[in-house]
């Protein structure tokens, strides 16, 4: 399984552009690139995921550049509400029932 | 938009008893999961399911767990003999299939074992 890493903890104010780096130096060929979102007391939620270049849906993009060895979430004009942990993932394909491996995460504080 | 749902959201037992913990996937999907995170802890693996049989299990879901599909829509996980050291959030997850389909989560279980 692909280690990744990313920081611990930032900080950003309301109406400001995230990004969250994360680092995945030994990606498989095969392997997608997940995120995840953690609010305190409850279950992680899917943000986005990708495979190469850019993804973006209704509240998130991923970049991810052409070597694949790290990815980028990018939260537009963040809110109070955002503030959360974020879970960057590497996932294997091959053998559907494949666990998730969680990091540390981000920890990602809003400010008014 | 379909979710994931477990029940209870608390549930304390006293050490040594069994307890049941219960998940309700999202109706069309065929993996299921569970994962446990102790307080301040980083979510674990415990097991994958699939076509009624475990696919993978990790070092923590050893004899004193198990999981079972009773019916077509409910997902459970059973510890018995509880210990301390088992008082965590157990979370549900279930996925589509297709290799590139996320695993959704539900919102857990909070286990305390006193």
């Known amino acids: 399984l692909a280690k990744t890493t990313q920081p611990i903890s930032m900080d950003s104010y309301e109406g400001q552009e995230v990004n969250i780096t994360c680092s995945h130096n030994n990606i498989a060929t095969n392997d997608y690139i997940t995120w995840y979102q953690q609010f305190p007391s409850q279950g992680p939620r899917f943000i986005i995921q990708g495979y190469k270049t850019k993804v973006t849906n209704e509240v998130a993009s991923l970049f991810i550049p052409a070597d694949r060895k790290s990815s980028t979430l990018s939260l537009p004009r963040v809110s109070l509400s955002d503030t959360a942990v974020y879970y960057c993932l590497v996932r294997g394909t091959s053998g559907s029932a494949r666990q998730l491996t969680f990091g540390s995460g981000t920890q990602l504080t809003v400010l008014p | 938009e379909p979710e994931v749902t477990q029940t209870p959201s608390h549930q304390v037992t006293q050490m040594g008893q069994e307890v049941i913990l219960r998940c309700v996937p999202i109706?069309?999907?065929?993996?299921f999961y569970w994962y446990r995170q102790i307080l301040g802890q980083k979510v674990e693996f415990l097991v994958s399911?699939?076509?009624?049989?475990?696919?993978?299990k990790s070092e923590i879901f050893d004899d004193q767990f198990s999981v079972e599909r009773p019916d077509g829509s409910n997902f459970t996980l059973k510890i018995r003999s509880t210990k301390l050291e088992d008082s965590a959030m157990y979370f549900c997850a279930s996925k589509d299939t297709g290799s590139n389909q996320p695993q959704h989560f539900g919102d857990g279980t909070r286990l305390s074992i006193l």
């Open positions: 109706s069309n999907h065929l993996y």
């Open positions: 399911f699939y076509n009624n049989e475990i696919s993978e």
